[in-house]
């Protein structure tokens, strides 16, 4: 991307993903702002992906909650902040601390999270504060516990780089943390000895960089690593030194790991006794060995004995703490770190120290001088909301994320916050799936409006910056949480001027009573003053300010000379006993969500962006054709996933890319965008039992097809209308929005329906075609010479190309014989159909690479990318590249 001159430039951090990637952002005098990779920036080194790259299309105010509100009527802040404090302080009286409840996001500022945990631990005296961070890598947090005595990342991106042997488990990163899949990429190219393992049911996008794809079952990674600790010790790679001198518990884990040989792992994970040896041997003999892992392994009901079982391996072989060794738990949002360190779980307090450690509790209450402190931990988010369910919890919070689509058995948490007799939302949105429960909600400053710091996966502070103007009434969150405070009676422990005084208290907290003895210490970052404080550049942790642990500055990798933070200075095994898997009722499927490409979380910022809702711009189900054939399921039909909790409806996308008897959904969908894509309404809400993290990728679930009458497809200048429809889901287009649409019953009156949709009851002209036998109407309506909206209807799904059709909201003219091609779907003379987008960055479409390929300019992703740009900005899209050229070529005549 062009990098913008720095003297126009703000420098800040990225939005999305934990990576933390380092941004230049540019006003522009006419509104717009300019988006490029900050190439000083550790972390990224001036890439950024499709999401990242598409920032500046997201800042606009149409979506936005400018003003406070009680009961949907406007209110002035005075008024909304003396009704959250005094519903708070009144519950609280009569019901106790543990009334209330915090319920808050990873994608808070450090600054926002130290406030909301110190008002909940300290002076409300309740920890009933948990995040949605708990839904993403609780279960790394439990696992490092355990494991080190500290939440504690040993290594950093580099030993990604240096490893010979990078093994890569549960985390899709091509499409979920392109940059450090690219870098991972980018040292593969050139070390032709390096190699990479993909774990992972699933073949993704990061499996075109795997020299071995181990397809395993759900829940197989205990087992499979149990394996492994056995197989080294068979081996004899245990650095026998290392474990004498630096751990304990080896012998109980061997001993619990020793029933897994390879035939009991082969049954666990449904792997092939032939891969399992070769990754087996692969690890014993490569000493610069990383793994890294991510939602695969943290979103079960294992998930803590999975990351305990991959740590074993690394703690057996000595291979942690040293350049290209170690575990590497990559987080899934940009301050998910940063809330761990102030303490924004249930189960943890401020600067890593732990809840249920009395001289820690009394640390932190005198540093805070605070009246209480919460002396157990708190709910954590699935208890929380079934104590909002059974009337435990009457007064919640909820800030910067939305439950009511992201968490597990989502419909229950919809009908306890319906139940709720207080709730409080701040975010930026307007409209999202969980503020119609607001009885207030609190206008929050958005990315490019705030400013603090976020910590990125390898813990790297980094400062996001404004450079955009609050806009209306909206407040940064500490603003919001110091506000409340005040008005609870506790305003001296909150008389903040700035997020730099934020931050020097969190600084000072972390170097309390610390000579060594916690992991997190940046002490030496305390005492910046603002100015300092505006000029910090990406920093990683630990930043000592002691003479005591002087020793620590400039570590950038942890535990390499032992040194745990287990009272005794050792690491400690953990015993792992992975369970058997249980076997599905017939015909029943397991369902695993996660991310796509270019879409995040709820899409509340995502969604914003036409060139982000291009590559995928409806939910999915992706489904083995074996599966498909046995449930009667063409390509493109629309299917029904039911649980028990609930269920979904989405499109079927048939590829071998899934495992049999296994179905996968994305998680981004909500009812902004679609009738029935919220997928988490469907998951079960069983949690980890040391963690509490629930498991997202393994719930029991049957499948049927939707029996539509008809389907449609639909481009429309306005925000289209939705009432009465049995299925929708919508997007942005270029100038406009683009809608898939199906109903149950045959439509009475096409034409009528078509008019009402397209917003063409009254002086619009409606030009109309139909074909009886085939079932097939296409409507168009025109605003002079310009197209308002078209309308594809078939009792089959509709096979025109989508980016084609919305091409044409933005074309200037449609007179004579244009209107004609548009409904015979040949569109107007100078628009040739690009396809369905592959490179979003550019956006380039398959039928101009195919194109490309067809006339021997372009014959490989290479090539490709010289002759369309398409794949040289992030990367995540060269493996579809990949096989848009392999599907061509097998096309072209030789």
């Known amino acids: ?24 952002a540019a006003p522009q005098a006419d509104g717009s702002v300019t988006i490029a990779g900050d190439p000083a920036h550790p972390a990224n080194f001036g890439r950024l992906c499709s999401k990242g790259s598409a920032l500046g299309e997201t800042l606009s105010l149409e979506e936005r909650l400018l003003f406070p509100t009680i009961g949907g009527r406007p209110a002035t802040w005075d008024e909304a902040l003396g009704r959250v404090a005094d519903v708070f302080a009144g519950t609280i009286a009569e019901h106790g601390p543990d009334s209330v409840a915090l319920y808050v996001s990873g994608q808070l500022l450090t600054e926002d999270y130290y406030v909301a945990n110190k008002l909940m631990k300290g002076f409300v005296g309740s920890a009933n504060i948990d995040t949605n961070s708990r839904l993403c890598m609780a279960s790394s947090v439990a696992g490092h516990r355990r494991a080190f005595g500290s939440d504690t990342v040993p290594g950093t991106y580099e030993d990604l780089e240096r490893a010979d042997l990078v093994v890569i488990v549960g985390a899709n990163l091509a499409w979920c943390h392109p940059v450090i899949h690219q870098r991972i990429a980018a040292a593969k190219a050139a070390r032709s000895d390096m190699r990479v393992v993909l774990i992972d049911p699933r073949r993704t996008a990061t499996a075109d960089i795997a020299d071995l794809h181990l397809p395993i079952a759900a829940d197989g990674d205990a087992a499979l690593f149990a394996g492994l600790l056995r197989h080294l010790a068979g081996a004899r790679a245990i650095d026998r030194d290392f474990v004498a001198d630096h751990t304990g518990g080896f012998d109980a884990a061997l001993c619990a790991a020793d029933e897994f040989d390879i035939a009991a792992v082969a049954a666990a994970t ?56 170690g575990p590497f738990s990559i987080t899934g949002q940009p301050n998910a770190m940063g809330g761990r360190e102030v303490g924004g779980m249930a189960n943890m307090l401020a600067a890593h120290m732990e809840i249920e450690d009395p001289n820690h509790r009394a640390l932190v209450q005198r540093f805070w001088q605070s ?59 307007a409209k999202n799936d969980t503020l119609p429960f607001a009885h207030v909600a609190l206008p929050a400053a958005a990315w490019g409006e705030k400013d603090g710091t976020v910590t990125n996966s390898e813990r790297r502070i980094s400062r996001q910056r404004a450079f955009l103007p609050l806009p209306g009434e909206a407040r940064p969150d500490w603003w919001i949480l110091t506000a409340v405070a005040r008005r609870l009676g506790f305003g001296a422990a909150f008389a903040y001027g700035s997020a730099a005084d934020i931050f020097d ?75 058997l898997p249980e076997p599905l009722r017939t015909g029943g499927f397991l369902l695993n969500t996660g991310r796509v490409r270019d879409h995040w979380h709820t899409m ?12 995928i711009a409806e939910p999915f189900a992706e489904i083995h054709p074996e599966d498909a054939s046995r449930l009667r399921l063409g390509e493109a039909d629309l299917v029904t996933i039911r649980s028990p909790q609930g269920a979904a409806i989405i499109r079927c996308l048939v590829t071998d890319r899934q495992r049999p008897g296994t179905v996968f959904a994305p998680m981004h969908w ?24 629930p498991g997202l990728k393994a719930t029991p679930v049957t499948l049927e097809r939707f029996a539509a009458a008809w389907y449609g ?28 649409i199906a109903g149950l019953a045959p439509l009475a009156d096409p034409a009528g329906f078509a008019a009402r949709l397209l917003g063409a009851e009254g002086d619009g002209d409606l030009l109309a075609y139909r074909d009886e036998a085939a079932g097939e109407h296409r409507f168009a309506a025109f605003g002079g010479e310009r197209l308002s909206g078209a309308l594809f209807l078939s009792r089959r799904p509709v096979a025109v190309s989508r980016v084609w059709a919305a091409g044409h909201l933005s074309q200037g003219a449609f007179v004579g014989r244009d209107r004609i091609r548009l409904l015979a779907g040949r569109g107007g003379v100078d628009r040739p159909d690009p396809g369905a987008v592959v490179c979003s960055c550019f956006a380039v479409g398959v039928n101009e690479i195919a194109a490309a390929v067809t006339s021997g300019r372009a014959l490989t992703v290479e090539a490709v990318g010289a002759a ?27």
């Open 270 to 325: 449904g792997l092939a006794p032939a891969h399992l040896r070769r990754f087996y041997d692969l690890f014993a003999t490569t000493e610069k060995t990383v793994t890294v892992y991510s939602q695969g392994v943290n979103q079960s009901v294992c998930g803590t004995d999975k990351v305990n079982a991959i740590v074993n391996v690394h703690l057996a072989t000595g291979r942690i703490g040293r350049p290209g060794m």
């Open 604 to 615: 509340t910022r995502t969604g914003l962006s036409a060139r982000l809702s291009a590559h």
């Open 371 to 429: 009246p209480t402190i919460a002396a157990r931990a708190g709910l954590k988010a699935v208890d929380m909301f079934r104590a909002v369910a059974d009337g435990r919890i009457k007064a919640l919070w909820i800030i910067g994320t939305n439950p009511v689509v992201s968490m597990p058995d989502a419909d229950a948490v919809k009908a306890a916050l319906a139940a709720c007799p207080f709730v409080a939302v701040s975010d930026v949105v």
């Open 1 to 24: 991307m062009e990098q913008r001159p720095r003297e126009t430039s703000v420098r800040t951090t990225c939005a999305y993903c934990g990576v933390g990637c380092g941004v230049l």
């Open 505 to 579: 208290e969190h600084a000072r907290l972390s170097a309390e009573e610390n000579a060594g003895s916690r992991d997190f210490d940046i002490g030496g970052l305390a005492g910046l003053g603002q100015t300092g404080y505006d000029a910090l550049h990406p920093v990683q942790w630990p930043v000592p300010g002691s003479a005591a642990s002087a020793d620590r500055a400039g570590d950038r990798r942890f535990f390499a000379r032992g040194r745990f933070y287990h009272a005794d200075g050792r690491a400690r095994f953990v015993a792992v006993r992975p369970p």
């Open 670 to 693: 909500t009812g902004q965008f679609s009738s029935h894509g919220r997928i988490d309404a469907v998951v079960a809400p069983a949690t980890d039992p040391v963690s509490g993290q």
């Open 713 to 740: 497809f639909a481009v429309t200048a306005h925000r289209p209308q939705t009432d009465g429809l049995d299925y929708f889901a919508m997007a942005r287009a270029e100038a406009g929005w683009r809608m898939e």
């Open 868 to 894: 369309l740009k398409a794949g040289t900005n992030c990367g995540s899209c060269r493996s579809e590249i990949g096989a848009v050229i392999a599907r061509t070529s097998e096309r072209v005549p030789a």
